[in-house]
């Protein structure tokens, strides 16, 4: 029985807020058009609607926030796609260059085959081995990580990456 009478007033109280936002709601849509506008507009997204209805679901706050994340989100994709162009111009190497790269690759190459016929490495050797890696370009970080990984994992070299 008390748990009826207090399910009853809790409805009571909530049909109760509910009429009083109604209400509210009446008086908010009978203020006039023009009451409603900012005196100074200098934005267009800054000038409140005229429509009753749109006055309560379009704040202009809110416009001003979708013109800001798509002016970000532009420029951050402007950003990407000039990082995109740099980074397809940067990977066209040159001649110069190509030699430099293949030659740092062959000698990281003979230092895990050196590495592979001990059998093992110790931890200054790998962090030494991982630094000329690094140095390498990407196709050459890909393969020489590629060998150095299956010659650990396949039990040829002992050490810990």
């Not at 690759?105 to 030494?128: F, P, W």
Request: proline letters at 3%; a negative charge; hydrophobic letters at 40%.
């Amino acid at each position: 029985m008390k748990t009826i009478i207090i399910l009853s007033l809790v409805q009571t109280g909530i049909l109760l807020i509910l009429l009083g936002k109604i209400v509210l709601f009446e008086e908010e849509s009978t203020i006039p058009g023009n009451a409603r506008q900012n005196t100074s507009v200098s934005d267009p997204v800054d000038a409140a609607p005229t429509d009753s209805h749109a006055a309560t679901t379009n704040y202009p706050d809110e416009d001003r926030l979708r013109v800001i994340v798509r002016e970000e989100l532009a420029a951050q994709l402007g950003a990407l796609s000039v990082a995109g162009a740099q980074k397809d111009s940067a990977a066209v190497l040159e001649p110069e260059d190509e030699a430099k790269f293949q030659i740092q690759r062959e000698l990281v190459a003979q230092q895990l085959n050196y590495h592979t016929s001990v059998g093992r490495i110790s931890a200054t050797d790998m962090q030494m081995l991982q630094m000329e890696i690094a140095k390498l370009d990407e196709a050459g970080r890909r393969e020489m990580l590629g060998e150095l990984t299956r010659a650990m994992n396949s039990g040829e070299l002992e050490g810990r990456l």
